[in-house]
């Protein structure tokens, strides 16, 4: 928790510098979860923010373990600090694993495209998938549930964070859950196709 909070720290510091900031609000995918610093996705992302001179940093303000119930509680106090352009929620897949209900992943994730909104921040909403083992109504009520809140709060949506690493067991650690060094590019890119357009 400690390098949590010093990272959130750390980068917030250095959104003030730049004219724009991206929060983002994810689970251990996002965290960087078994990777070294500077290899998640996220830091990615702002090594191409600079290399494409566009005026943003990034909080990454993940948590590994969280579900949509967590983010929810921790999103208001991540808003006022941050005070973002951008929110990119990337929630949900623990809520899966544990075969959490439906119902509240949509109550849970729509709050927070509530709060990002309120504050006048654009949305990205990454979508997840589960495996077949957990039955067909509620890997597509599961699913279709990204797709309907972000047609319906008009936020961009990546359809899945994963796609094009999932199927590829040799981009995984041991553990088969958390993606490689080598799967980060592939996963900046699904969020970068979505998030690209809300850049200014």
Known sequence: MKFISAGFIFLFSFAAQAAGSI???????SAGYGLAQGQSWPALLERRLRAERLDYSVVNA???GDTTAGGRSRLGAALDR???DIVIIALGGNDGLRGLPVAALRDNLEAMLDAAQARKARVVLAGMRLPPNYGPDYIQAFERSYAELARRHKA???PFL???VAERRELFQPDNIHPVAAAQPIILDNVWKSLRPLLK
């Open 82 to 84: 941050a005070k973002p």
């Open 23 to 29: 929060l983002v609000v994810g689970d251990s995918l």
């Open 162 to 164: 994963l796609e094009g």
């Open 156 to 158: 961009a949506l990546v």
């Open 62 to 64: 993940s948590i590994s």
